[in-house]
Nanobody, 115 residues
Framework: QVQLVESGGGLVQAGGSLRLSCAAS????????MGWYRQAPGKQRELVAV???????NYADSVKGRFTIFRNNAGNTVYLQMNSLKPEDTAVYYC?????????WGQGTQVTVSS
């Protein structure tokens, strides 16, 4: 089992920045991908960014150049640095970890960007 705890969400004005954190615990030794997804009201959950072992990354087109995903050296915490935030970035952001073909999810953290 893997437990994920997110933090760092909140309310910010358009153009501002936030950093989300996701701490993984439990059976983290076989996690090979961690990432962030988001879900806005009335919309499906969508990929924001993922990072694999070896530090390769992938981003949604809508956040490229504004968001950066990175992990700590121990590999058990993943961050999402969000700059130049827009109102359309408003959503619940979920951390995900993939281990042995199974996806684990955090409880989500709300990000609200005011115009």
């Amino acid at each position: 089992q893997v437990q994920l705890v997110e933090s760092g969400g909140g309310l910010v004005q358009a153009g501002g920045s936030l950093r989300l954190s996701c701490a993984a615990s439990g059976s983290i030794f076989s996690i090979n991908i961690m990432g962030w997804y988001r879900q806005a009201p009335g919309k499906q959950r969508e990929l924001v960014a993922v990072i694999a072992n070896g530090s390769s990354t992938n981003y949604a087109d809508s956040v490229k150049g504004r968001f950066t995903i990175f992990r700590n050296n121990a590999g058990n915490t993943v961050y999402l640095q969000m700059n130049s935030l827009k109102p359309e970035d408003t959503a619940v952001y979920y951390c995900a970890a993939y281990r042995q073909g199974y996806a684990y999810w955090g409880q989500g953290t709300q990000v609200t960007v005011s115009s």
